[in-house]
């Protein structure tokens, strides 16, 4: 299988990883000339190219499978709308209107389309309802990763991650340090991130579908924190509640939105797909950052 990742930053690195050592062709596209080469150092080919460019895009060797994985940088909503709405379309365009197209476009999205449901469970079949700006602009290309591809005759997929953890990403000092806000975290290990559209790829699932990407156990912020404090030998970190934090004079209103915004996301299909979880729960996926934070006495990243 041949497999194009269009902004291979975090997961990105990592799908190629595991793309290429399961012997499939992989291709990954950065805007840098740094970011090629943190891709040649991964282990596969890449490619300087900017998502938005359809003439640079032309670099890119045809593929079986296009992932569409940029980022906006967390930019606001302007900035993920150039990257997210108009360079998936020119994206999709580009490789769809080839004369050997791809089979498939999988797009990396963000359960943030959700929005708000008060701590109460949200799967698949929940309308989706952005609450931000930025989420709405997510939203708008779930649909276009869904249906523009078809106008070609290409299926898409939407990957929705929940929030992103591992390697060089654990924030350790965040939780234990403290104080930490009420609410809930839903999370998923990088390793299962790209591990999950990895076995989505390679089982054929999911085409013309959104599947949520997230790990077994939703958990409130302050479990988390305690449970995280006590693992690195720390005591518990001081608690705030939402309406404490949104009494703070200096929040945006993205923030304020995003702090009343809370919800546990269901992994329930994906393990009706089959995938089987490298790190089912948080408990798994920090053991390597307590290790090291036991071991030097400091959280990695």
């Not at 476009?105 to 929005?115: A, I, K, L, Q």
Request: with cysteine; net charge negative.
């Amino acid at each position: 299988m041949r497999v194009a990742i269009l902004g291979c930053g975090y997961v990105g690195l990592e799908l190629g990883r595991q793309l290429s050592a399961a012997d499939h062709e992989v291709v990954g596209v950065r805007r840098s000339e740094a970011g090629v080469d943190r891709i040649e150092a991964t282990g596969f080919t890449g490619v300087q190219a900017d998502v938005t460019d359809a003439d640079a895009l032309e670099a890119v060797p045809d593929a079986d499978v296009v992932v569409f994985a940029a980022s906006s940088g967390g930019r606001g909503a302007d900035a993920a709308r150039e990257v997210y709405v108009e360079g998936l379309q020119t994206a999709i365009d580009q490789f769809c209107g080839r004369a050997d197209p791809p089979d498939r476009v999988v797009y990396t999205s963000s359960t943030g389309v959700y929005g708000d449901h008060d701590g109460d469970w949200v799967d698949e079949e929940t309308a989706i309802d952005p609450t931000t700006a930025k989420t709405e602009v997510l939203a708008e290309a779930e649909r276009i990763a869904l249906e523009r591809p078809t106008e070609h005759d290409v299926d898409g997929t939407v990957a929705r991650y929940a929030g992103l953890y591992g390697p060089d990403r654990y924030r350790l000092d965040r939780y234990v340090d403290g104080p930490v806000t009420e609410g809930y975290l839903n999370m998923v290990h990088r390793d299962d991130a790209a591990g999950a559209v990895r076995y989505l790829l390679e089982s054929d699932l999911a085409r013309g579908e959104a599947v949520n990407v997230v790990d077994d156990e939703p958990v409130s912020k302050w479990a988390f924190a305690d449970w995280l404090a006590e693992q690195c030998g720390e005591p518990a970190p001081s608690r705030r509640t939402v309406d404490e934090r949104l009494a703070d004079e200096d929040l945006s209103e993205t923030v304020e939105r995003r702090l009343r915004t809370s919800k546990r996301v269901s992994n329930g299909k994906l393990r009706e797909l089959g995938y089987e979880f490298a790190y089912p729960t948080y408990r798994e996926g920090y053991r390597a950052a307590v290790d090291a934070y036991l071991g030097d006495g400091e959280g990695e990243g």
